[in-house]
């Protein structure tokens, strides 16, 4: 079963910022929130991650809701290499139903940035 | 910084032939993953390990091997290519599963069997 729920698809203008949005209404206490972006034909980019506090880093800002039900990625100032596909993740640390650390990809957001 | 380095980028096989891709990390992470993607489709964990000499199956084990000899590296193998394995394959590693540190990825290898 799916653990968020992320929109398909979304267009920003260049120089804009793009608000990503996640839907994760069943996680738990000690669930985190991350968030990776796969650029075509590259491997998965971890961009940030957040467990109850917002989050910024040099690439975005996570912002996310008190009761952690859904999450906003944000890219301050969108480029077109910022076009990908956006994949919002849930997952425990030390969960011991997940003994592999293994990463739940769903379908994603794909992101196109346009001039 | 290297992170994670996969090779060879780009590879072509027939089929029954045998290849090995490496993974190779310099984080001195404990995790390590092999997942391959199809087109349209999500990751799917072929062979994962938690140590140096120690290897476990993912969802999609049948037809690979995997080995740890050394904590850095962790080789995919095929010993008789098929078709059905035509995809790309990404390599991670990640800390521990203790840890909330994000698992980062290689930039993957491509490979078609004819």
Same mark, same amino acid.
């Given at each position: 079963?799916?653990? &968020?729920?992320?929109?398909?698809?979304?267009? +920003?203008?260049?120089?804009?910022?793009?608000?990503?949005? +996640?839907? %994760?209404?069943? @996680?738990? #206490?000690?669930?985190?929130?991350?968030?990776?972006?796969?650029? %075509?034909?590259?491997?998965?980019?971890? @961009?940030? %991650? #957040?467990?109850?506090?917002?989050?910024?880093?040099?690439?975005?800002?996570? @912002?996310?809701?008190?009761?952690?039900?859904?999450?906003?990625? @944000?890219?301050? %100032?969108?480029?077109?290499?910022?076009?990908?596909?956006?994949? +919002?993740?849930?997952?425990?640390?030390?969960?011991?139903?997940?003994?592999? #650390?293994?990463?739940?990809?769903?379908?994603?957001?794909?992101?196109?940035? &346009?001039? | 910084?290297?992170?994670?380095? *996969?090779?060879?980028?780009?590879?072509?096989?027939?089929?029954?032939?045998? $290849?090995?891709?490496?993974?190779?990390? =310099?984080?001195?992470?404990?995790? $390590?993953?092999?997942?391959? *993607?199809?087109?349209? $489709?999500? /990751?799917?964990?072929?062979?994962?390990?938690?140590?140096?000499?120690?290897?476990?199956?993912?969802?999609?084990?049948?037809?690979?091997?995997?080995?740890?000899?050394?904590? *850095?590296?962790?080789?995919?193998?095929?010993? !008789?290519?098929?078709?059905?394995?035509?995809?790309?394959?990404?390599?991670?590693? !990640?800390?521990?599963?203790? !840890?909330?540190?994000?698992?980062?990825?290689? =930039?993957?290898?491509? /490979?078609?069997?004819?």
């Amino acid at each position: 079963d799916a653990k &968020t729920t992320q929109p398909p698809s979304m267009d +920003c203008a260049e120089g804009r910022a793009a608000n990503l949005p +996640c839907n %994760h209404s069943t @996680i738990s #206490g000690n669930e985190y929130v991350y968030w990776y972006r796969q650029i %075509h034909s590259q491997g998965p980019q971890y @961009i940030i %991650h #957040g467990l109850k506090n917002n989050e910024t880093n040099e690439m975005a800002s996570l @912002i996310i809701t008190e009761d952690r039900k859904s999450s906003t990625l @944000i890219l301050p %100032h969108a480029t077109l290499r910022d076009t990908a596909v956006y994949y +919002c993740i849930v997952r425990g640390r030390g969960d011991p139903t997940d003994s592999w #650390g293994k990463l739940q990809f769903g379908a994603g957001t794909q992101v196109v940035v &346009t001039p | 910084n290297a992170g994670v380095t *996969q090779t060879p980028k780009f590879r072509v096989l027939k089929t029954g032939q045998s $290849m090995t891709l490496l993974c190779a990390q =310099d984080m001195n992470h404990e995790y $390590m993953y092999w997942y391959r *993607q199809d087109p349209g $489709m999500g /990751l799917r964990l072929i062979h994962y390990s938690v140590g140096e000499g120690t290897t476990a199956k993912g969802e999609v084990p049948d037809g690979y091997n995997v080995s740890r000899l050394k904590k *850095q590296n962790f080789l995919l193998g095929l010993e !008789s290519a098929a078709p059905s394995q035509t995809s790309v394959y990404f390599c991670a590693s !990640s800390p521990n599963r203790y !840890s909330n540190q994000p698992q980062h990825f290689g =930039d993957g290898t491509r /490979l078609s069997i004819l």
